[in-house]
């Protein structure tokens, strides 16, 4: 028997802005569109926190991100995968085999980093890809600023990875870059502080500023798709969940997820309020 009881599921999340608007539209798109007795708690807490709620019995679903799931939770894979559907692919069957779990349909939107700048400067100089920032470094364009975070600085998948990926690593030693607290970047970008910074995203700063974002073109960075990570027994008790579960996953893109993130976390909506409204505007509930 499920987690939510009999006829019931329970729906959990992690406790951030997005996570809470996965979680409601997963609690509402079900509650509107079954017969089911569905139980919230969401906000939970993080990833393990929600995965061990999931492998105990306490929780039927949440919305895990594929490339957190594949570094982070059990058995933790150190391989890269910017494919989206590879990913998903040999994460079903990962956790399938060791955790009676799966991954139902992910959603385009990838909360991955990003480099992003403002369209003025991309006007100026052309640079609208990763590519195109290796090329106008390399051809001695080091005069400018580029923020980050301190993790992002130091990491194998950020800055010194992706500079060697590029191509661009000598030249890079010229240039001033600068670590502040990822919140701040966004700003920083915005008020011409810096050329150039790193985000996350779906971070709504990115659609508050009208910042744009370098195209990853050669894939460097893993993808972080959000899908339902759903209890197998759960699935074969209660298969009327996956429409309306899949067909949330599928209406979501990178566009529609920072409005949403921009309403919560920024103009202070509720995320309840906020995943109803567009279930109800999207015909979803």
Do not use: C
Request: proline share 3%; aromatic share 10%.
């Amino acid at each position: 028997m499920s987690s939510g009881g009999e006829g019931g599921v329970t729906v959990g999340s992690k406790q951030f802005a997005e996570q809470e608007i996965l979680g409601y539209l997963g609690y509402h798109g079900l509650a509107e569109n079954t017969d089911l007795d569905v139980v919230d708690e969401v906000s939970l807490g993080g990833s393990n926190t929600n995965f061990e709620a999931l492998k105990n019995d306490n929780i039927d679903f949440y919305w895990e991100y594929t490339g957190t799931a594949w570094a982070t939770l059990p058995p933790q894979q150190d391989e890269v995968i910017s494919d989206s559907d590879e990913l998903h692919q040999r994460l079903n069957e990962e956790f399938s085999e060791e955790h009676d779990l799966e991954f139902l349909d992910y959603a385009t939107f990838n909360n991955a980093y990003v480099l992003m700048t403002t369209a003025e400067w991309q006007d100026e100089t052309g640079v609208e890809s990763m590519s195109d920032l290796a090329e106008y470094v390399n051809d001695g364009n080091t005069d400018m600023t580029i923020v980050m975070d301190a993790e992002f600085e130091d990491r194998d998948d950020g800055w010194p990875g992706l500079i060697e990926h590029y191509g661009f690593a000598d030249a890079a030693s010229d240039l001033d870059t600068r670590a502040m607290e990822a919140g701040l970047v966004y700003q920083a970008v915005n008020e011409g502080e810096s050329e150039v910074g790193m985000g996350f995203n779906t971070n709504p700063n990115i659609v508050r500023f009208d910042l744009q974002v370098l195209e990853d073109d050669e894939g460097f960075f893993p993808v972080y798709n959000p899908a339902p990570l759903v209890r197998q027994d759960t699935l074969e008790e209660f298969d009327e969940m996956v429409d309306p579960l899949e067909s949330i996953a599928n209406s979501l893109d990178t566009e529609t997820i920072r409005q949403l993130n921009q309403r919560v976390s920024i103009d202070n909506e509720n995320a309840e309020d906020v995943a109803l409204e567009y279930l109800q505007n999207n015909d979803l509930a």
